[in-house]
DNA sequence: GAAAGCCTATCGATCGATCGATCGTGAAGC
DNA sequence: GCTTCACGATCGATCGATCGATAGGCTTTC
């Protein structure tokens, strides 16, 4: 598609991961997407309710990825593992977008954030119940207060800040990597096995239509 | 202190943390200073030399701090491990100074940036350097293209989106913690040896002034 | 002829930055 | 001891540019 909506959005997208979303006018957004900035506003509400529609898109993906991945896995091992792959694909795969989910919250007003912020802890929760699972089960070393569960998450989310697709790793090589780092971070030892990166991929090319 | 110098550093150091370099106009810096936006060229260039100022400041302290923690130390666990400790520590205590360096680089004009980079690659350089003598010595699992160096960095640094003072946590709890996630996900095995972390402690004070 | 798409022109507000003026203070000159 | 003067600190006023957003009109499409 190249509808002057997809237009917009990529635009905006791509301004907003690079220059921040204070650090873009909307004459450049405009421009970008080959539009007066007049005509910007057909295709969207205010610049702020687009930021807010880019990330809201963002992590409906996201949550509902990580959902299909791990419904019916009853191994903590391979639930987190699935779960730290998709999550570093997707950061590397769709890093603008994630990078603007990631960076820009602040730049929302309280409503909109608040918005956002109760999908982000949705997908959370679910980090936290594959974690929780494998300490109760004692393939996980404990866990007090969260810090392993946030600190995995930021570990996973920084994907976004230097994955570069001509770099020599391909998708599949890093998320099976990054289940690799997680896993054994949460404690499950030096040679966690590799979660099941083929159910992964058919999840990555459902969701977001790309290739793995 | 409280002279008029370190109230504009601090104001600018806070806002930028919270609203982002674009986001935060000088009117508002010098209402949070307490001066006239005039007045605020008096104690700094332009707004953007104030920002690459801090974070020269926020780098310098955290590179001087890493080489006094790893001068001298041969063992690779207690090197990486004291890196790790120190970086998350730094990010706690210092989460505004280190948000403003982790998120606004793009905010400077490539001048100004290259600067920062290089200064920030030598930081990094000390961490290379600790996950290659592990790997040499076979105490840490190999590292191919330096994921592990870059995973790890992002999860430390993200201390600095999550921390809070008031917290149930000890900045030294958090220090040991992130040691340990660190080697484990280096590949150093489950249980891995705390850092000297009265060593830390020491560097910390010195470096910073802040109690641990 | 209604609707959708897109434009030019323009709004009031705010941006980063600079101007000249004023104020207080402490050293220099006599 | 008094005056003068230089200087750092601070200010209100204002610069030209750009901000996000809107009004209203011209085409194209169905």
Sequence with gaps: MNSTHTRVRKAAVRLFAAKGYHGVGIRELAEAAKL????????????????????????????????????????????????????????????????????????????????????????EGLWAEALDEGQQAGVFLPDEHGITRRALLEMCSGVARWYSPRGPLTLRELGSRYATLTLRAAGAGPNPPEPDMERCRTIVRYTWGTKV
Excluded: F
């Design 36 to 123: 007066s900035s007049a005509s910007l506003y057909h295709y969207m509400g205010t610049k702020e309710e687009l930021l807010a529609d880019i990330m809201w898109d963002c992590l409906e993906r996201l949550l509902s990825a990580a959902m299909l991945a791990t419904t019916d896995v009853q191994d903590p091992q391979e639930k987190l593992g699935r779960l730290a792959a998709l999550h570093a694909i997707a950061h590397a795969a769709q890093a603008k977008e994630t990078a603007v989910v990631d960076n820009e919250l602040r730049a929302l007003s309280p409503k909109l954030r608040r918005r956002i912020i109760k999908q982000r802890d949705a997908y």
